[in-house]
């Protein structure tokens, strides 16, 4: 029998959550959450962490594993998961993974640049830059060593800026020519299966989930971990607002819009990168017999 790889994808606030629990159920399946903030113990609000009673009905992966200090990258997620795949299909055939972070999907699919693990005393140097001198200094030093890559990246982003001015220092060498975009073989079938909703429907959904999420308690959790509001886990919408607020730069009402604002941004984002993918099938919510339909006809 041929092993498969069921990835349900798409925006945030398509509904990913309820039907993977469904689909998870019916291929008797776990889990893999594809989720890059999700990881994060300490952000289950923020980053509408599935429920003590959604963890119980089908066993989960990638949730809550990490501490808001921890340096994770979509190279180590695929060398994770990869690893638990094939533990995995010991026992069943068909794996269940969903998510929206986009290279975290890619890296398990496609693979992702085997680039050098970076020296923990260049990553705090750096990080103490950041901290002390803000994110132009980087920026400045990035396009000096690696100017192509310095007008492809995005600059508003500092994971993505440190990440690369690291490999840069570390080789020697710019980040862009070590950037190969190779498509690794996998061993197993993957299916792809987007979901969607119309523009406004979802939107409305986000803004409706942002409220939720306030009154289940966001702001108490971003006081939580307002001191660490430096760290790269935390540059996440729905914190960063949050903490302007906390800062005397947001009235809450100005914060809590500014997080729906964002959210649709970033879902906007998500639909621009996953319409690129020709290989995902993609539905309606609604349309639940389809896609199981459509699944069972590919394994």
Known sequence: MKKNLIILLGPTGTGKTAL???????????????????LYRQLKIGTAAPTEEELKRVTHY??????????YNAARFEEEVIALLEKLYTDTDNILMTGGSMMYIDAVCKGIDDLPTVDPTLRQE??????????????ARLKMLDPKHYDRIDLKNPKRVLHALEICIMTGKPYSSL??????????????????REREELYQ????????????????????????????SLNTVGYKELFMHFDGKYTLEEA?????????????????????????QWFYPDQKEEIKTFIRENI
């Open 20 to 38: 993977s629990l469904e689909l998870a159920e019916e291929l008797n399946s776990p889990i893999i959450s594809c989720d890059s903030r999700q």
């Open 62 to 71: 990638f949730i809550g594993t990490l501490d808001l200090h921890d340096y």
């Open 126 to 139: 750096l990080l103490d830059t950041f901290e002390k001198e803000g994110l132009e200094p980087l920026r």
């Open 179 to 196: 950037r190969t975009n190779p498509n690794k073989k996998r061993s197993f079938n993957i299916i792809k299966i987007g979901l969607k």
């Open 205 to 232: 959904r986000i803004n409706t989930r942002v409220d939720d999420m306030m009154e289940n308690g966001l702001s108490e959790e971003a006081k939580r971990v307002y001191e660490y509001r430096h760290l790269n």
């Open 256 to 280: 809590v819009e500014k997080i729906k604002q964002n959210t649709r941004i970033y879902s906007r984002k998500q639909m621009t990168w996953f319409k690129r993918d020709p290989d995902i």
